[in-house]
């Protein structure tokens, strides 16, 4: 496990959130993305799903479409140590011959032309374009947003030959002036191209865009929503209905035959989040989703658990960090929103200043043995 440090703004500030407040996502409670495995489940109806089989490790935000004859292809973040590398917070892709039997190996996807000084794309969702290219969608900003996301993040596209090889499409396709634009959701509906975003918390309810080429999109009035249905998940035009598949307590459905009036949530059988689904050639339907932790390539525990030894606490000006004499350890320190404050690697033990910080709530996190202890701190 690398230092924390080069983990993305987005994940230093999810990082922050799940530890110090323990917040529930998507019915999946405390883990970190790359804690968690895509999982892999079959209905005959869309609602009845089967026993799950893993489809990826250390992964999360899939969405999976139907291509080109016999072809499946899914796209998902990627989260595989070690930190860094092609692996880690990529976007990648797998392919499937024989209807999600059996999957190539993922491989990250390469975004052409694309700003050097954008984040690199995440929360991606593709859709097969008319004329049979892959245009993928993600978000993205001019730069890194200091403190967290925030309205600089917006939708972005890229087409593809390949579904591995993109060229950047220049422009935001849906950009919000004050609220950040995370995980799209898009798919081509009587000829319309269908755009859905999660405005913030569940009751939020969601942006709802048309277009009619994939590129210009007109915002149209939100879908409304509720505390148990988040429209984080993906779309599937099935039998000359749009549907929506989304997270909450557990995945759920909606139906539209106009991307506009919803005939009301169907909870289905599965407990996870974020899913894609696609209905396949025999008429049964294909889903991947993010499942509880399988293959954790990090874990994460209280301080008090490691030898590193964190004092005192509460705290005035200095916090001690002391480990075993002559031991490498990583750390970084966010402040309450998420703020990175210091980072570095200390050997044995080492003193930081904190005489310039305002009282309040900080985050310490440290590195053992392959694990990250996080520990609460407060400044009186």
């Known amino acids: 496990m690398a230092n924390l440090g080069w983990l993305s703004r987005k994940m230093k500030r999810t990082l922050f959130l799940f530890v110090l407040f323990a917040k529930t996502i998507t019915g999946i409670s405390q883990n970190f993305p790359w804690q968690n495995a895509l999982v892999m489940v079959r209905s005959s109806d869309g609602i009845n799903f089967n026993s799950p089989s893993i489809f990826q490790d250390s992964s999360g935000v899939p969405c999976i479409i139907h291509w080109k004859g016999d072809t499946l292809v899914a796209v998902f973040q990627w989260f595989r140590q070690p930190n860094p590398s092609p692996s880690w917070d990529r976007v990648a892709v797998k392919f499937s011959y024989d209807n999600g039997t059996n999957w190539t190996p993922p491989t990250p996807i ?6 050097v000084n954008y984040q690199r794309p995440f929360d991606p969702t593709i859709v097969v374009t008319p004329d049979k290219n892959i245009r993928i969608f993600f978000s993205s900003s001019a730069g890194i947003p200091i403190g967290g996301l925030d309205h600089t993040v917006n939708t972005y596209s890229a087409i593809s030959a390949d579904g591995i090889n993109y060229t950047f499409e220049p422009g935001a396709r849906f950009d919000h002036p004050t609220i950040k634009v995370i995980d799209p959701a898009l798919t081509i509906f009587n000829g319309s191209w269908q755009y859905t975003a999660p405005i913030g918390a569940p009751n939020d309810g969601a942006f709802h865009c048309t277009s009619p080429d994939g590129l210009v999109f007109t915002q149209l009035g939100n879908l409304p929503s509720d505390n148990n249905h988040n429209w984080t ?3 599937l035009v099935d039998g000359g209905l749009l549907r929506f598949y989304g997270s909450g307590p557990t995945i759920w459905r909606n139906t539209s035959a106009d991307g506009v009036s919803w005939s009301g949530y169907v909870n289905t059988n599965i407990v996870g989040g974020d899913p894609g689904i696609v209905k396949l050639p025999n008429g049964t339907y294909l889903m991947v989703y993010v499942g509880p932790p399988n293959i954790i ?3 994460i525990g209280p301080a008090t658990a490691s030898t590193i030894q964190v004092f005192p606490n509460p705290f005035h000006s200095l916090v001690n960090i002391k480990g ?8 970084t320190l966010y402040s309450a929103n998420g703020q990175l404050i210091s980072e570095g690697n200390f050997t044995g033990d080492i003193r930081i200043n904190t005489s310039g910080l305002p009282a309040g709530a ?13 520990t609460k701190l407060v400044k009186q």
Do not use: D, F
């Open 110 to 115: 390469v975004v052409n032309n694309m700003p």
């Open 362 to 374: 900080y985050l310490l996190a440290t590195e053992e043995n392959k694990k990250i202890w996080c």
């Open 297 to 299: 390539t990090a874990t």
């Open 324 to 331: 075993k004499t002559g031991k490498r350890y990583p750390y």
């Open 233 to 235: 998940g993906n779309m």
